[in-house]
């Protein structure tokens, strides 16, 4: 069950970012280089954690950069990513929790000029909490969410601890517990 629960990472975002790419390679071939080797680091990892059952958090924040830097390149002034989150030794997250949480805010929130997406990543209490401003779209989206569900049972899993998640009319925030070696 955990096995499946790792393959359930939705792969929809690799294929806007191939749509972007496409579009950088006749207007800035410079960004479109470097989007290239963002997306060539964010894949090594994927497939680098995909047997692992936690990572540390500090390559996960590495992570987490190289995605963001792909999120901002195709929305532009439309989304705002903040990271404030000092990694210590031994401590540790479910391997691509934190690109669920961002994709998932992308996925149900508008991102415009005049109202960007602003998406917060921070340490606070034992927690790494990912808040964005709530601004859900307008247009009738089915979800599964498939994606906290995802989070919620590899936690569980792995540590016993339950994420966090708390919503109200202006935000929607998730909380991480952070895993210690020894708790593992």
């Known amino acids: ?6 393959n359930q990472i939705n792969p929809h975002f690799l294929f806007n970012s191939f749509n972007v790419l496409s579009e950088l390679v006749y207007e800035n071939q410079d960004l479109a280089v470097k989007f290239i080797q963002q997306l060539s680091d964010l894949y090594r ?4 954690v995909k047997s692992e059952d936690l990572v540390p958090i500090k390559k996960e924040l590495d992570f987490i950069e190289s995605f ?5 390149t195709r929305f532009e002034n439309q989304l705002e990513i903040t990271i404030d989150v000092e990694p210590k030794e031994g401590d540790f997250l ?3 929790s934190l690109q669920l949480l961002v994709e998932n805010a992308v996925k149900h929130n508008e991102a415009t000029s005049a109202t960007p997406l602003k998406i917060s990543i921070s340490r606070q209490n034992g927690s790494i909490v990912v808040t ?7 247009a009738v989206t089915t979800s599964t969410n498939t994606g906290l569900s995802n989070i919620t049972e590899r936690y569980a899993y792995l540590s016993g601890k339950e994420i966090e998640i708390n919503k109200s009319e202006t935000t929607f925030e998730v909380r991480l517990p952070i895993i210690h070696v020894n708790e593992k």
Request: aromatic letters at 12%.
């Open 1 to 6: 069950k955990y096995n499946a629960l790792q």
């Open 45 to 48: 990892y994927v497939l680098s």
């Open 68 to 72: 963001a830097f792909l999120l901002k």
């Open 94 to 96: 479910v391997p691509m």
């Open 132 to 138: 964005n401003n709530l601004q859900l779209k307008t």
